[in-house]
């Protein structure tokens, strides 16, 4: 009687090696995160490392030894915080050198400045500038208004020349109304600037408010003084890239 074959007897526990990788790749991975979470340039070379090793030598899927390709992130906002506090920084400059003019030249009490959201503001009384009821500006001011203008241009913002009068209706053959006036008066201003101050066109823009931004109580004679003026108006950065917007656009659509 022929004897059966005894048959090889099964490993039944070659599914720990599977099991032992899988526990490997698994704690590998959970050490990579944690790693990454709070990750710097000297414990992104040791992940690294440990990933070769263990992966049995080679060169590294992560990357090479080089720290250079960790790139620093840039927060946008502290960019632009930066940029701001720059700005602020320039036209608190200018206003100063502007406000030493204006005490050498004794004009302290007819022309103001100030600084808000807008940028920098160089207010001008009327009565500096023009006789009661015109637009032309005087031609005893008009040297002091280049000098003024010639300052304001060393930023390289773009400006904004606003008009306004009180609220005493107008009554001549030459304007119907304050904003007509106002409108003028800021126009003239411009063209001025522009002529004489050697201001380039596209960095300027007129705008007439008449009566209708006032900066005193028109109730009393002190307050309509104030009201009639024209303000030059030096655009901070964030204005300052609305008015070059408009600009680049209307220079795409031509």
């Known amino acids: 009687m022929k004897k059966k074959k005894k048959h090889a007897e099964e490993n039944t526990e070659r599914w720990l090696l599977t099991y032992s990788d899988l526990i490997t790749l698994l704690m590998i991975f959970f050490v990579v995160m944690y790693s ?6 000297s414990k992104y070379k040791q ?7 263990s992966m049995g030598g080679g060169k590294s899927v992560i990357g090479s030894d080089d720290t250079s390709s960790i790139k620093e992130t840039v927060d946008p906002e502290e960019t632009q915080q930066t940029d701001t506090d720059d700005q602020e920084k320039k036209l608190s400059e200018l206003k100063s050198e502007v406000d030493k003019y204006l005490q050498n030249s004794e004009m302290s009490g007819s022309v103001s400045t100030s600084i808000n959201e807008r940028g920098l503001i160089v207010s001008m009384n009327d009565s500096l500038l023009f006789d009661t009821g015109k637009a032309d500006i005087k031609p005893e001011f008009q040297q002091k208004l280049v000098e003024i203008g010639k300052i304001l241009n060393q930023l390289g913002n773009y ?3 606003e008009g306004h009068t009180d609220n005493i209706p107008i009554s001549n053959n030459q304007y119907s ?3 007509k006036l106002s409108c003028d008066r800021a126009s003239n ?5 522009i002529k004489s101050a050697g201001i380039e066109p596209e960095k ?6 008449g009566e209708y931004r006032p900066v005193g109580d028109n109730s009393t004679d002190e307050g309509k003084a104030k009201n009639r003026r024209v303000d030059i108006v030096i655009l901070n950065s964030k204005f300052n890239a609305v008015e070059e917007n408009g600009i680049n656009s209307n220079s795409t659509n031509k």
């Open 189 to 193: 201003v411009t063209e001025f600037l």
């Open 159 to 161: 400006m904004r020349i």
């Open 204 to 209: 300027l823009s007129a705008i007439g408010y």
């Open 36 to 41: 990454m979470s709070n990750i710097s340039a």
């Open 47 to 53: 992940v690294a490392e440990s990933l070769k090793m």
């Open 177 to 179: 109304s304050n904003w």
